[in-house]
Nanobody, 131 residues
């Protein structure tokens, strides 16, 4: 399985970027897997921020990005996108995409996105938000 993330760069606060994740080699076909975006800021653990399911393409966002980021998928292109608007310096991180084994948990109105295991990770793309 290969996941190729791209689209990162340096942008000023308030700016926008669109990340792409091209996926190949999934055993049962791209259409049948949830895809998630995670990020890791310097000195911090990797955190899930958004995911999109297979089938009806339901989308989920953690509070840190809800209302600013939008995830979508193009099954014909085996690609998932993350449109990031109103970027903040705290969004600075390496962004990773991953496929399958993604858990979405809602507890006390806080949504958490986690990944089971270490399979199916892309190489990451760096997003820097700075003036």
């Amino acid at each position: 399985v290969q996941l190729q993330a791209s689209g990162g760069g340096t942008v000023q606060p308030g700016g926008s970027l669109r990340l792409s994740c091209v996926v190949s080699g999934l055993r049962f076909g791209f259409n049948n897997y949830a895809i998630g975006w995670f990020r890791q800021a310097p000195g911090r653990e990797r955190e899930g921020i958004s995911c999109i399911t297979a089938g009806d393409g339901s989308t989920y966002y953690t509070n840190s990005v809800k209302g600013r980021f939008a995830i979508s998928r193009d099954n014909a292109k085996n690609t998932v996108y993350l449109q990031m608007n109103s970027l903040k310096p705290e969004d600075t991180a390496v962004y990773y995409c991953t496929a399958d084994d993604i858990d979405v948990t809602l507890r006390n109105s806080i949504l958490t996105i986690t990944k089971k295991g270490d399979d199916n990770w892309g190489q990451g793309t760096l997003v820097t938000v700075s003036s």
